[in-house]
């Protein structure tokens, strides 16, 4: 089937109760491995491709160096292949860009073909995060595009986005910042970590996303919290990477 926006697919893990898992892919291959994986389990998936990943496919080797014209590029040859794995499969696809870093990386995605695009303004401050978030909003959903922001800050590294520590989300902020955006979806800060080492020593705030959600069915506000930085790293994956020639050390996920 066609690709499909984000807001669908996390329409109805609110309605269900249950948590939807999106995989980033930096290359065609992996594209298809996770589709195919999706088809066996009868579960809609969502594909994110990164700003930098968006360099990369673009043919730039320095890819954190990326220009706009590489990232068009390469959204366009991401898009065009998950396009086509998309149309032979049963189940919905998301095309999603992981941390947009402004407005034109947004529409970079967009014209390439992504169905929905976060733009990450957790570093500035709150009214410009609004500001900036609200305008990639009015531009993606007026094409059918949904959009995902971001409210506090993990700490952790993951291409462009680094923070030594975190800043935890201010519930009533994700209500203000749900209301003045309308994002169909919003990353919160609440212990997570982005990286490899993400789950040692981590200490969760669960209270956070659930003072959130509350608040939200509270104001009959619509939307979906994201966890990033949630992934468990198996051993047996390490192991089997490093017995391969792979250097992975202290790494650890999140557990279940």
């Given at each position: 089937?066609?690709?499909?926006?984000?807001?669908?697919?996390?329409?109805?893990?609110?309605?269900?109760?249950?948590?939807?898992?999106?995989?980033?892919?930096?290359?065609?291959?992996?594209?298809?491995?996770?589709?195919?994986?999706?088809?066996?389990?009868?579960?809609?998936?969502?594909?994110?491709?990164?700003?930098?990943?968006?360099?990369?496919?673009?043919?730039?080797?320095?890819?954190?160096?990326?220009?706009?014209?590489?990232?068009?590029?390469?959204?366009?040859?991401?898009?065009?292949?998950?396009?086509?794995?998309?149309?032979?499969?049963?189940i919905p696809v998301v095309l999603h860009l992981d941390h947009g870093k402004n407005f034109d990386s947004c529409v970079a995605a967009i014209e390439g073909g992504y169905t929905s695009v976060m733009i990450?303004?957790?570093?500035?401050?709150?009214?410009?995060?609004?500001?900036?978030?609200?305008?990639?909003?009015?531009?993606?959903?007026?094409?059918?595009?949904?959009?995902?922001?971001?409210?506090?800050?993990?700490?952790?590294?993951?291409?462009?986005?680094?923070?030594?520590?975190?800043?935890?989300?201010?519930?009533?902020?994700?209500?203000?910042?749900?209301?003045?955006?309308?994002?169909?979806?919003?990353?919160?800060?609440?212990?997570?970590?982005?990286?490899?080492?993400?789950?040692?020593?981590?200490?969760?705030?669960?209270?956070?996303?659930?003072?959130?959600?509350?608040?939200?069915?509270?104001?009959?506000?619509?939307?979906?919290?994201?966890?990033?930085?949630?992934?468990?790293?198996?051993?047996?994956?390490?192991?089997?990477?490093?017995?391969?020639?792979?250097?992975?050390?202290?790494?650890?996920?999140?557990?279940?």
């Amino acid at each position: 089937m066609p690709l499909v926006p984000l807001r669908p697919v996390l329409d109805a893990t609110v309605k269900y109760g249950y948590a939807q898992g999106a995989f980033n892919v930096n290359a065609v291959a992996q594209a298809e491995a996770v589709i195919a994986v999706h088809e066996m389990f009868r579960s809609p998936a969502i594909l994110q491709g990164a700003d930098l990943a968006n360099a990369f496919m673009g043919g730039r080797v320095d890819f954190a160096n990326g220009t706009l014209e590489d990232k068009k590029k390469g959204a366009r040859n991401i898009a065009e292949a998950v396009k086509k794995f998309a149309e032979q499969s049963p189940i919905p696809v998301v095309l999603h860009l992981d941390h947009g870093k402004n407005f034109d990386s947004c529409v970079a995605a967009i014209e390439g073909g992504y169905t929905s695009v976060m733009i990450d303004g957790s570093s500035l401050p709150f009214e410009e995060n609004v500001e900036l978030t609200r305008e990639v909003v009015k531009y993606a959903h007026a094409r059918g595009v949904s959009v995902e922001g971001e409210l506090g800050v993990l700490a952790g590294v993951e291409d462009h986005v680094f923070a030594a520590n975190s800043t935890y989300t201010n519930p009533l902020s994700a209500i203000e910042f749900f209301r003045k955006t309308e994002v169909d979806a919003l990353a919160i800060s609440y212990g997570t970590m982005h990286g490899a080492s993400k789950g040692k020593d981590v200490k969760l705030r669960r209270e956070i996303p659930i003072a959130i959600k509350e608040c939200m069915n509270h104001e009959g506000i619509q939307g979906a919290l994201v966890s990033h930085g949630s992934s468990t790293v198996p051993r047996y994956i390490v192991e089997e990477i490093n017995a391969l020639g792979g250097n992975i050390q202290n790494a650890y996920g999140i557990s279940k």
